[in-house]
């Protein structure tokens, strides 16, 4: 990923096959403008300020998307559990990336990103392990 211009991540992890499978952005897109209104919108304010103060779980507090109320029921279930299991394994939140291409989990324990590593990807071949390369100030 990048954020402001830095590359934040290095990763490892095996390529092949989606986990769900990706929903087109035009999909969620008229998903989300039958549905009806949104209930719930990201602080994106307080994620920022979260950011910017280093507060990892401050972060993990604030990610929310609002395409994953609009998922069909079988990729909305699927999205789910792949958010369960990370939190299972330690991490402090976990979301959906843009609408629906990847299923993230922030950790600040190697270890337990580790196990969610290990554990999902007997599951999902497009499974990686990434971290921070550096501050993000």
């Keep these: ?16 096959h989606e ?3 990706e929903v087109p952005e035009g999909g969620c897109l008229s998903r989300l403008s039958r549905h009806p209104p949104v209930r719930r919108r ?24 609002v395409f994953e109320d609009v998922l069909p029921e079988r990729r909305g279930a699927e999205v789910q559990r792949i958010k369960n ?3 299972q394994q330690g991490a ?12 993230f989990g922030l950790f600040d324990r190697e270890e337990a990103a580790r196990r969610a590593y290990e554990l ?4 999902y ?13």
């Design 85 to 87: 299991a990370l939190v």
């Design 1 to 16: 990923g990048v954020y402001r211009g830095k590359r934040l991540v290095q990763g490892e992890g095996r390529k092949g």
């Design 42 to 65: 990201p602080d994106t304010a307080g994620l920022l300020a979260a950011l910017a103060a280093g507060d990892l779980a401050g972060v993990a507090r604030r990610m929310y998307n």
């Design 19 to 21: 986990a769900g499978g």
């Design 92 to 103: 402090l939140g976990a979301s959906m990336s843009g609408t629906g291409s990847t299923v």
């Design 120 to 123: 999902l990807q007997e599951s």
């Design 125 to 137: 071949r497009d499974t990686f392990l990434a971290r921070s390369l550096e501050k993000m100030v």
